[in-house]
C-alpha cells in the first residue's frame, strides 16, 4: 500500500493546518500584546509556547511547505522548521508548566511565578537536553540526504530508511513525547490545587492535551520503525492517525491557554455592563464625577477593548456617587430594605447589597425632590464600604443588580406607604 493512496488529500490538510495555525497564532498576538505591557519571563514564554507550534502548524501546511521549499531550493527543508517549531513548543511548555504558581502559592500579584531555586534547576536540567539534542537533530538532517522530492505529508516514513533521518525523527518524537508526558504530569498536579472554575478548566485541558497529542508520537514511532525496517502497510497511521491526534491535542492545549482569558474578558464585560444602571445614578446625582457623559447603548455594546480600566473608573464614579448622595439616605429606607431582605431569607452579601440599592434609589429620588440633605451628625452609614478592595466589584455588581429588583421596590414601597 503506497503512501499516496493511504494520505488524505493534500486540501484538508492545508484547511486544517492553516486554521489552526491562525488561530493559535491569535492568541499567541494576545500574549505578546499582554508580555509588552507587563514584560516578565513568564509571559514571554506563555507567548512563545503558543507561537512556536502556530508556526509549525502553518509551515505544516503543504502550500506553504511546498513555498519553502522552492524559496530555499531545497526539497523538504520545510520538515526541519515544522519539527524545530514543535521542539521549541516542547522546550518552552515545560519551562512554562514550572513556572506557574497557583495563586493561592504566590507571593506577589504576578500570574507567572518561578517558585524558587528547585524550580530553576529542574528548568536547567529539561533545557540541557534540548540544548544539547537540538544541534544533533539539524546536524542530522542536513547530512541525512532528505532533499529529494517533495513529500510534506508522506515525510518520516518516505526516508525514515535512511539511518540519519531514522535517527533524526527519533529524537524528534522523544523530545515531543517526553515534553507532554512532562507537562501534562505537572499541569494535572497544578490543577488538583486549584479550586472549580476557568482557570482550574483551562489547566485540565492543557494536561488533556498533552496526553491526546501522545497519540500522535506513538502513532509516529511505529510507522518509522515500520518503514525503517522495510515493513510496508503502516503508513496510515503516520499519513492519517498520528496528524489527527496532533491537531486536537492542538485544540486542547490552545483552548486551555486561551479559555481562562476568554473567561476573565467575559467576566470584567459582564461587570463593565452590569454596573451601568448604578453609575447612571451616580451620574444623575452629580455630572462632575464623570470624565464623560454617559455612552448610548450601542457604544455600551461594543466596548471590548481596556475592558478592566473602563470597569476600574466606573467603579470609583460610583463610590463617588454613593458619598454624594449619603446625605439624603433615610434611615427610614435603610431599615425597611433590612426587613424585607430579612423576611425574603437573602444572606449577608446580597442583605447588603438590597440595602445599598434601596438606599441609593431613596437618596436619589429625595436629591431630585429637593429635600434638604441632613446635618453630618444624622448621616447614615451605608454598610459596605469598608469592602476589601478584591471584593468592592463583587459588592457593587451585586448592588446594581438589586437596583430596580423587586425587593428593592417593595422596600421603597413600605416607606413610601408609611408616610
Request: charged letters at 20%; proline letters at 6%; hydrophobic letters at 50%.
Amino acid at each position: 500500500m503506497s503512501d499516496v493512496a493511504t494520505a488524505p488529500p493534500e486540501a484538508l490538510f492545508n484547511t486544517v493546518y492553516l486554521t489552526i495555525g491562525t488561530i493559535a497564532w491569535l492568541v499567541a498576538a494576545l500574549k505578546f500584546r499582554a508580555w509588552r505591557r507587563d514584560p516578565s519571563p513568564g509571559l514571554l514564554v506563555v507567548a512563545l509556547t503558543i507561537a512556536a507550534p502556530a508556526t509549525a502548524f502553518l509551515v505544516a501546511a503543504p502550500v506553504l511547505y511546498r513555498m519553502i521549499d522552492r524559496v530555499a531550493h531545497r526539497g523538504n527543508l520545510a520538515t526541519l522548521f515544522v519539527y524545530l517549531g514543535i521542539t521549541g513548543f516542547s522546550a518552552a511548555a515545560v519551562v512554562l508548566a514550572r513556572m506557574w504558581t497557583p495563586p493561592k502559592e504566590r507571593s506577589g500579584v504576578r500570574v507567572w511565578e518561578v517558585a524558587g531555586a528547585q524550580t530553576w534547576r529542574q528548568v536547567r536540567r529539561r533545557l540541557a537536553a534540548f540544548a544539547v539534542l537540538v544541534p544533533v537533530m539539524i546536524v542530522l538532517f542536513l547530512a541525512g540526504g532528505a532533499g529529494g522530492p517533495e513529500t510534506p505529508l508522506t515525510f518520516d516514513t518516505t526516508f525514515a530508511t535512511r539511518p540519519g533521518i531514522a535517527l533524526f525523527l527519533v529524537l524528534y518524537q522523544g523530545l515531543f513525547g517526553f515534553a507532554l508526558i512532562d507537562i501534562s504530569r505537572v499541569c494535572r498536579g497544578h490543577a488538583a490545587r486549584l479550586p472549580a472554575g476557568p482557570l482550574r478548566r483551562g489547566i485540565r485541558l492543557i494536561a488533556l492535551g498533552g496526553l491526546v497529542a501522545c497519540g500522535y508520537v506513538l502513532c509516529k514511532l511505529v510507522a518509522i520503525g515500520a518503514a525503517f525496517a522495510e515493513v510496508t502497510g503502516t503508513e496510515w497511521l503516520s499519513t492519517a492517525v498520528g496528524p489527527v491526534f496532533a491537531a486536537l491535542g492542538a485544540v486542547l492545549i490552545t483552548a486551555g491557554f486561551g479559555g481562562p482569558a476568554v473567561a476573565a474578558w467575559t467576566r470584567r464585560r459582564r461587570d463593565y455592563q452590569a454596573l451601568r444602571p448604578l453609575w447612571d445614578l451616580a451620574y444623575r446625582a452629580d455630572e462632575r464625577l464623570a470624565l464623560e457623559e454617559p455612552a448610548s447603548a450601542w457604544t455600551e455594546r461594543l466596548a471590548f477593548q481596556d475592558l478592566e480600566w473602563r470597569t476600574a473608573r466606573r467603579g470609583l464614579e460610583i463610590r463617588d456617587g454613593q458619598l454624594t448622595l449619603r446625605p439624603w439616605v433615610d434611615p427610614a429606607v435603610v431599615a425597611a430594605a433590612t426587613e424585607v431582605a430579612d423576611r425574603a431569607g437573602l444572606d449577608d452579601d446580597e442583605r447588603v447589597a438590597l440595602t445599598v440599592a434601596a438606599a441609593l434609589r431613596g437618596a436619589a429620588a429625595a436629591l431630585r425632590a429637593g429635600i434638604p440633605p441632613r446635618p453630618r451628625e444624622d448621616q447614615v452609614p451605608l454598610p459596605g464600604l469598608d469592602t476589601e478592595p478584591a471584593q468592592e466589584r463583587t459588592h457593587l455588581v451585586r448592588v446594581a443588580r438589586c437596583l430596580y429588583a423587586p425587593l428593592t421596590g417593595e422596600a421603597l414601597a413600605v416607606v413610601e406607604g408609611a408616610r
